[in-house]
Antibody, heavy 121, light 107 residues
């Protein structure tokens, strides 16, 4: 059974770069797309972007200028970097596996437990 | 971006009630619509994909329907463990977007 685990600093200073890693266990990172999603306190869900195991990416335009998602198949991990953070980037960050039902029917079927990142000096 | 609007934003219901949550897309999305359940402090959990397909392991009291712009999540015979927030999400086009959520509370 595939499991995902987010890791990284829980506190980031304004203007610095937020860096998180999602470790995949119980299965291979190959063959799938992988997403990052975030949820500010008390608010809804925002999709940040996804990466294919081959390295191709797709980002939310609202964050595109600040986001980089990368993959390391040798470590079965993928990562998120978000630069120039502000308090508005304070959120729970989730990683998830994207499954495809054929065509473009993507859905996020396995999620990590989430990690809280606070942006504060 | 495709906007997803859920209604109601919250509802109160009793155990064994039938609950219906609606999700409307700002443009047609065929059946590229997924539903998730989120409990406080937990990650979202996939319930329904491609509008009407029940995810493995999800109880059959959950069902989804709809196509185009209007979609429905129905919970038949609400159980205590179903009190949570429910989100719809479109995968028709990027950026993938979620509805604002519907909180199902105990009456």
């Amino acid at each position: 059974q595939v499991q995902l685990q987010e890791s990284g600093p829980g506190l980031v200073k304004p203007s610095e770069t937020l860096s998180l890693t999602c470790s995949v266990s119980g299965g291979s990172i190959s063959g799938y797309y992988w997403s990052w999603i975030r949820q500010p306190p008390g608010m809804g869900l925002e999709w940040i972007g996804y990466i294919h195991y081959s390295g191709s990416t797709n980002y939310n335009p609202s964050l595109q200028s600040r986001v980089t998602i990368s993959v390391d198949t040798s470590k079965n991990q993928f990562s998120l970097k978000l630069s120039s953070v502000t308090a508005a980037d304070t959120a729970v960050y989730y990683c998830a596996r994207d499954k495809i039902l054929g065509g473009n029917h993507y859905y996020m079927d396995v999620w990590g437990k989430g990690t809280t990142v606070t942006v504060s000096s | 971006d495709i906007q997803m609007t859920q209604s109601p934003s919250s509802l109160s219901a009793s155990v064994r009630d039938r609950v219906t949550i609606t999700c409307r897309a700002s443009q047609t999305i065929s059946n590229y619509l997924n539903w998730y359940q989120q409990k406080p402090g937990k990650a979202p959990k996939l319930l329904i994909y491609a509008a009407s397909n029940l995810q493995t392991g999800v109880p059959s009291r959950f069902s989804g329907s709809g196509s185009g712009t209007d979609f429905t999540l129905t919970i038949n015979s609400l159980q205590p463990e179903d009190f949570a927030t429910y989100y719809c999400q479109q995968s028709y086009g990027t950026p993938w977007t979620f509805g604002q959520g519907t909180k199902v509370e105990i009456k």
